[in-house]
């Protein structure tokens, strides 16, 4: 378990901000995975990404083509969901908040050189994401002088956290929630 009922808000709220800052150095974290919603029109989109940093102001940064539906998604309706589950503290998180992308610059600078080669051949398709191919290889096919032209870098902006942990004993769930740049939280039935 993250948290009990004598916890206090604030622990609750380190404790949080502390397991999703261990998820970007520990490959095996259970944070490290997180469902990443968007919106595509009426209808929600979820997929899972790499949670690639988290800043001091619990910004959470995440790196896709762009290329990709989340891009447009995102650039149509901000509005996103972040959900991550630790499966042996049996404890969800749920962040609602409004994603952005850095600029082109900006990805390169900060973020490009610290991908191993290997990895940085995922933004070097010669074809966008969910292209439709007529063999499996076309889909793998990188064309390296594209280096980092389609390399972003979502970073999303929390508005709202919410806690759940289950418990044998009776689930508890935690919010937090932003208002005038103050996190404030309350104990919700879960």
């Not at 404790?15 to 520990?26: D, F, G, P, S, W």
């Not at 029109?41 to 790196?63: A, H, I």
């Not at 966008?128 to 007529?134: E, G, I, S």
Request: glycine share 2%.
């Amino acid at each position: 378990m993250l948290f009990t009922a004598t916890t206090r808000p604030e622990e609750i709220w380190a404790i949080v901000i502390k397991e999703l800052q261990l998820a970007t150095k520990i490959v095996q974290h259970p944070f490290r995975f997180v469902n990443f919603c968007t919106s595509a029109g009426n209808q929600p989109d979820s997929r899972y990404v790499v949670l690639r940093e988290v800043t001091e102001e619990l910004q959470m940064l995440f790196y896709t083509d762009s290329r990709s539906k989340k891009i447009a998604q995102i650039r149509e309706n901000p509005h996103v969901s972040l959900l991550f589950y630790h499966p042996s503290a049996r404890c969800q998180v749920k962040i609602k908040g409004i994603a952005t992308m850095l600029t082109q610059k900006e990805a390169t600078k900060n973020y490009w050189e610290n991908i191993p080669p290997e990895a940085q051949k995922a933004y070097q398709s010669n074809r966008p994401p969910k292209t439709q191919v007529d063999r499996a290889e076309k889909g793998m096919m990188v064309d390296v002088e594209y280096q980092n032209k389609f390399f972003s870098v979502i970073k999303v902006i929390p508005k709202e956290v919410e806690c759940l942990q289950l418990d044998s004993k009776g689930h508890l769930r935690l919010a937090f929630v932003l208002e005038n740049e103050k996190w404030q939280s309350s104990w919700l039935v879960p």
